[in-house]
């Protein structure tokens, strides 16, 4: 197990439960952080409580004293090394940010598909240089949205969670429940589907 992962993902989310699922899948030597409000503060703490002997790396823009008070207090509780880059340009986060997947194995992206921001840009710099990647989306998945679909748009939005390499555990259930609902089982091309996205996706 010597996989260092690096986790990215929003300051606010509104799914948790989806959020800690897409923590508990994971095992790794070791994981990084950002250290921002939200996300960053709130993996630490989770993954430091759930997995004790890993090692957790939170990586600064600048200096560990430069960041808001409470983020400070959960880095120094939860962490067990820091890494100052020391950078105060506008484009500190994004250094920081290609650090992380630049000394990582693997990146876990915690999304919600809004197409911008720094979660955004950290995914498209892992795809931009071949780093391994999954996405686990933190937007509510309304079960019933999905099973209003027609089949043709719901094949569509699995190809889409597929080609963004959206975890398949994430939307497994969701995958099963339309087709058992609509035919009482899953039909042999999705099966196959479902075992090649295994062999790709990471986990």
């Known amino acids: 197990m010597d996989e260092i992962i690096a986790l990215s993902g929003h300051r606010d989310y509104p799914d948790r439960a989806s959020f800690f699922r897409g923590l508990d899948n994971l095992s790794a030597k070791e994981y990084t952080f950002g250290g921002a409000r939200g996300f960053d503060t709130d993996a630490l703490e989770y993954i ?5 002997r890993s090692l957790r790396t939170v990586v600064v823009p600048n200096r560990l004293i430069d960041q808001p ?3 400070i207090t959960i880095t120094e509780k939860y962490s067990t090394r820091v890494i100052e880059l020391k950078n105060t340009g506008l484009d500190r986060y994004m250094i920081r940010n290609r650090y992380m997947v630049d000394r990582s194995t ?5 999304y919600d598909n809004r197409g911008h921001g720094g979660t955004y840009n950290t995914i498209e710099y892992a795809r931009s240089t071949g780093k391994s990647y999954d996405v686990w989306p933190i937007n509510n998945l309304d079960q019933d949205y999905y099973m209003n679909m027609s089949e043709r748009r719901f094949r569509s939005e699995i190809e889409n969670w597929r080609s963004h390499k959206v975890n398949l555990s994430a939307v497994k259930g969701i995958i099963m429940s339309f087709f058992q609902k609509k035919y009482g089982m899953i039909p042999r091309d999705v099966i196959v ?3 090649s996205w295994r062999l790709v ?3």
């Open 193 to 195: 589907t479902l075992g």
């Open 201 to 203: 996706v990471y986990w």
């Open 48 to 52: 430091a409580r759930t997995q004790p």
């Open 106 to 110: 693997h990146l876990r992206a915690f």
């Open 69 to 71: 008070r409470y983020t």
